[in-house]
């Protein structure tokens, strides 16, 4: 990304971040966090990276919503930040988080293992 992308990009996380938790009122979505906002050197395109919490069902349920509510979202856009384009949002899931949780529960338990290991051995 170019450097006017990303601070592009920057400024719609902030943005995007706001008009989630104050101005959509769907009952679908859950906890959302705008993890990155990548944006093409056009500024046409933008994917934001979001990350949810809860079980595979709610997931997907907040990310229907997000998906149903991508032109609210443009259009606050349009209204907050000048641009000569607003550009084409496109919502994905960002795993980082819930792999991040993964590895640390498996060196957990690597861990718990290694102490009983030497705590019980003869």
Known sequence: MS???TRVGDLLQKEI??????ELKDPRLGFVTVTGVSVSDDLRNAR??????GSHDEIQQTF???QSATGFIRNCIGKRVRLR????????LDESVSYGAHIEELLR???SENSCDSHGGA
């Open 3 to 5: 450097k006017r992308a």
């Open 17 to 22: 971040s706001s008009i989630i938790l104050q």
């Open 48 to 53: 934001i990276f979001v990350s949810v919490l």
């Open 85 to 92: 384009y607003v550009p084409e949002l496109s919502f994905r």
């Open 64 to 66: 229907d919503g997000l």
């Open 109 to 111: 338990n690597l861990k």
